[in-house]
């Protein structure tokens, strides 16, 4: 299973709602990432979890909260988002072996609309 | 802060044309990945570079990474409206992945 599963696939949200993106691969991976893709833009790194442990925040709002349950699950918690937070939000996942990132295996994406 | 810069951005192009994009830094990375995106999907890893003057062939893609490691290039060989999508190299740095700028590729049968 070289999986990464991504829901909702599409979302819309008013600014003030609270809403979850969830990310789940079994793989076996220890590293799991959030990028946030604009239209005709590379994605951006916001999070990293590294043995289910925060690693990396992107100087990301408080208003994006990722939370890592276990290994094999990934979260992101909105609440209070703007407009300008309309993007794909992707999931990642690697074998993470300290000496390299290694291959990004990518979901499909979460489309989140703010109104 | 570390930036890939890609050119072109864009690329539009007719079935059979040759074409080549490139990615460049002014870091040196421990490695370097090519990524394809098509809409509505995640970036797939197409290869993955570590030796500075590394030349790597997948059918008719050709991959090279500079000898300072801090550029690399894609080539492709009569391209296919199939090889439509968005082409971004990342630079990989030990702790996560910096992506480059993209170049958007168009491919007219």
């Known amino acids: 299973d070289t999986e990464v599963t991504q829901t909702p696939k599409h979302l819309v949200m008013g600014m003030t709602n609270k809403k979850s993106l969830k990310c789940e691969q079994h793989?076996?991976?220890?590293?799991m990432y959030w990028y946030k893709q604009k239209a005709k833009k590379p994605p951006e790194l916001m999070f990293v979890?590294?043995?289910?442990?925060?690693?990396i925040n992107e100087s990301v709002p408080s208003r994006f909260s990722p939370e890592c349950p276990n290994s094999s699950l990934l979260n992101l918690h909105l609440h209070a988002l703007q407009p300008e937070d309309s993007a794909l939000y992707l999931c990642?996942?690697?074998?993470?072996?300290?000496?390299?990132?290694?291959?990004?295996?990518f979901g499909e994406g979460s489309r989140l609309t703010v109104l | 802060t570390q930036l890939l810069e890609q050119s072109p951005q864009f690329l539009s192009i007719q079935e059979g044309e040759n074409l080549t994009v490139y990615c460049n830094s002014s870091?040196?990375?421990?490695?370097l990945q090519w990524y394809r995106q098509e809409p509505g999907e995640g970036p797939v890893l197409l290869v993955t570079?570590?030796?500075?003057?590394e030349v790597k062939k997948l059918k008719r893609l050709t991959f090279q990474f500079g000898d300072a490691r801090k550029d690399s290039s894609l080539h492709i060989t009569a391209a296919q409206p199939g090889d439509t999508g968005l082409y971004l190299c990342?630079?990989?740095?030990?702790?996560?992945?910096?992506f480059g700028t993209g170049t958007r590729l168009q491919v007219f049968p």
């Open positions: 979890y590294s043995y289910e442990k925060l690693s």
């Open positions: 870091s040196v990375f421990s490695s």
């Open positions: 793989m076996g991976h220890r590293a």
């Open positions: 990342a630079g990989d740095n030990t702790d996560k992945l910096i």
């Open positions: 990642a996942s690697s074998y993470f072996s300290g000496t390299g990132t290694g291959e990004l295996f």
């Open positions: 570079v570590v030796t500075g003057g």
